[in-house]
């Protein structure tokens, strides 16, 4: 059955899928509140308080379509100093680029699904490409018996090689498969993993097991990664088959990817946090401790499309410069993305760059999320967002930043939730950054939570100021009392990060 945008297979399994992602966000009421109490770790622990996070612009590089960004987005630098990313929806697509964020150019098909009754006669979705020497490793999800109406598919995980950077790839079989097997009308088996090099002699693999929501860890020597060599941890010991062996839950499994920091040696982990999208942090690949702040701040999304929320699947971390998962200090977020209100065929691949610094002390505020302005000359609209901007760079150029938001209100202070809103009236869109409440009071439609402001002066903020150009008709932020005399200032609504 194809889908809706003539794909392999129907948009209902991302739906059943996604659907685990939310709730993975809504169940992870257990983890650490956002805000900063206690002295630093003791030396040796992993202080994941003590890392200075900034979000930057966010870039559509792919869409829209149905049919795209249904996968762990991946990487490899080619030898002509280029770029080669692999993206998935029940078939790879490999995409050149110049550098790591560019990944908007013509896609070719590089993995298809298998034969009827092979164990990914629903499609191979490759998650992440590793090359060791003049050979490119696939970590490759595969899926089978599935009937996605009914909500059910059965997971595993294989292996293949490339010798043409990833064009054609041979395969050699299976490396993770669960102790389930396909059951009508369920999920099932183990896989949507990413693989990371540990750097000590091991490759690490951070998996999805749907039947309890689970991340689960295996791992395999980097001499002999194929099949039979995985072993999976369970029970304090790596020492369970990865092919249908026992598996430690980790925490919630669903949105996960992994990296490796290589200024702390340490994995780094995507993940669901109270208020949005999080950052786990591991020394010994199995103790995952949370940045107490979000990396993003998200409402909880609806996967039945359109709805009024946006919706953010499949983070994955990526080098800036090299495209791999050995993070340096400057880190590319790519993930795929439904703006609000967007139906199935609205999907995005979204790229955002990350800097990231370390102390030995907390860091307070620990994330800031930019804050950009975006103009439409013939919409005459300004749009202040810390949200991707469909058209950006065509109908929409960016023209400002504005200071970071933070992405939790501090504990002690003072703070104003800014929410992002665009006008219900006719005629062209008005789009209003306001605090919490304001927009749907005023027949504004509520777009997302912007983030958070200070309702007081500090060291290291800048006055923000909504502003209004009555011709245009058309809101914006500012950080000048003038508003760049492009308008004229409404009110201050805070104190925002300084860049």
């Avoid at 993975?24 to 622990?45: H, I, N, Q, R, V």
């Avoid at 996967?303 to 400057?330: I, K």
């Avoid at 749009?383 to 950006?392: A, E, I, Q, R």
């Avoid at 939730?417 to 409440?437: F, I, M, N, Q, Y």
Wanted: aromatic residues 8%; neutral net charge; hydrophobic residues 35%.
């Amino acid at each position: 059955m194809s889908s809706p945008s003539g794909g392999g297979r129907p948009f209902v399994r991302n739906r059943h899928k996604s659907r685990i992602l939310a709730l993975a966000a809504a169940l992870a009421f257990w983890l650490p509140a956002p805000g900063f109490s206690g002295a630093a770790p003791a030396k040796g622990e992993v202080c994941a308080s003590c890392i200075r996070i900034r979000v930057g612009v966010p870039t559509i590089v792919r869409g829209p379509a149905a049919d795209i960004a249904d996968n762990k987005f991946s990487e490899i630098a080619l030898p002509n100093g280029r770029f080669r990313g692999f993206d998935a929806h029940a078939e790879t697509r490999a995409i050149d680029g110049i550098r790591p964020s560019d990944m908007g150019g013509p896609a070719r098909v590089v993995l298809r699904p298998g034969p009827p009754g092979s164990v990914d006669s629903c499609g191979q979705w490759l998650n992440h490409a590793e090359r060791t020497g003049a050979t490119v490793l696939g970590f490759i999800h595969d899926e089978t018996a599935c009937n996605y109406p009914a909500g059910q598919t059965h997971k595993s995980m294989s292996l293949a090689t490339s010798s043409d950077d990833g064009l054609t790839w041979h395969d050699l079989g299976q490396i993770i498969t669960g102790t389930d097997r396909p059951t009508p009308g369920k999920n099932t088996g183990e896989g949507d993993c990413t693989a990371v090099d540990g750097r000590d002699s091991f490759y690490y693999l951070y998996c999805f097991r749907p039947r309890d929501g689970a991340l689960i860890a295996a791992r395999a020597p980097l001499a002999d990664p194929g099949p039979g060599q995985w072993k999976k941890y369970f029970d304090g010991k790596w020492d369970e088959p990865g092919l249908g062996g026992q598996a430690t839950r980790l925490m919630n499994g669903s949105g996960s990817s992994v990296a490796r920091w290589t200024a702390s040696g340490e994995l780094a982990l995507t993940g669901w946090v109270p208020g949005g999208l999080g950052l786990f942090l591991t020394r010994d690949h199995v103790t995952l401790k949370a940045v107490p702040e979000p990396l993003l701040v998200l409402d909880p999304g609806v996967w039945q499309r359109p709805a009024p929320s946006e919706l953010v699947t499949y983070p994955v971390l990526l080098d800036a410069a090299t495209g791999g998962n050995q993070l340096s200090n400057s880190w590319l977020l790519v993930y795929a993305y439904w703006p609000p209100g967007g139906g199935h065929a609205d999907k995005y691949l979204v790229v955002r760059p990350v800097d990231v610094s370390r102390s030995d002390t907390q860091a307070t505020p620990q994330v800031g999320v930019q804050l950009a302005r975006w103009y439409n000359s013939a919409l005459h609209d300004r749009w202040s967002t810390t949200g991707p901007v469909p058209g950006n760079g065509t109908s929409y150029r960016f023209e400002a930043q504005s200071g970071y938001l933070m992405t939790a209100a501090a504990a002690g202070a003072p703070m104003v939730e800014l929410e992002d809103c665009v006008s219900l009236r006719p005629g062209h869109p008005d789009h209003l950054l306001a605090e919490k409440g304001f927009c749907e009071a005023h027949a504004y439609q509520r777009l997302r939570t912007a983030g958070w402001v200070s309702a007081q002066a500090q060291p290291g903020t800048i006055p923000l100021y909504r502003c209004y150009n009555a011709r245009e008709q058309s809101h914006f932020a500012s950080n000048a009392a003038d508003c760049e005399k492009l308008g004229a200032n409404e009110r201050l609504l805070g104190y925002a990060l300084k860049p």
